[in-house]
Nanobody, 129 residues
Framework: EVQLQASGGGLVQAGGSLRLSCAAS????????IHWFRQAPGKEREGVSC????????YYADSVKGRFTVSSDNAKNTVYLQMNNLKPEDTAVYYC??????????????????????WGRGTLVTVSS
């Protein structure tokens, strides 16, 4: 059974940090790319970051560049999203998803919500001002 389990959300003050985890099982972890998405109340789901496991290549949305870092522990089949200098606008439910690739166009992170093979349940991040 394929599972993606996001965890690590919580309440933090603006300027603070959180580390999210995405634990994967049921598929060949090293063959995939893990994307992080978020969805704020009343807004569309948006891509935040992507990590291609085999190459270690990383991609970020402009809104989080320089503040968020995605990494993996391949021995644990887990991807992390380190979020620093959090802002109230980062408040959202964060999801991880898996597909074959990370994609970019002209250096910009590109994602297709409808092209993800697997989705995990979200974890809520709330940033207070």
């Amino acid at each position: 059974e394929v599972q993606l389990q996001a965890s690590g959300g919580g309440l933090v003050q603006a300027g603070g940090s959180l580390r999210l985890s995405c634990a994967a099982s049921g598929f060949i972890f090293g063959d995939y790319a893990i994307h992080w998405f978020r969805q704020a109340p009343g807004k569309e789901r948006e891509g935040v970051s992507c990590l291609k496991i085999s190459s270690g290549s990383t991609y970020y949305a402009d809104s989080v560049k320089g503040r968020f870092t995605v990494s993996s522990d391949n021995a644990k089949n887990t991807v992390y999203l380190q979020m620093n200098n959090l802002k109230p606008e980062d408040t959202a439910v964060y999801y991880c998803a898996a597909t074959w690739v990370c994609t970019s166009y002209s250096g910009e992170y590109y994602y297709d919500l409808y092209n993800m093979d697997y989705w995990g349940r979200g974890t809520l991040v709330t940033v207070s001002s």
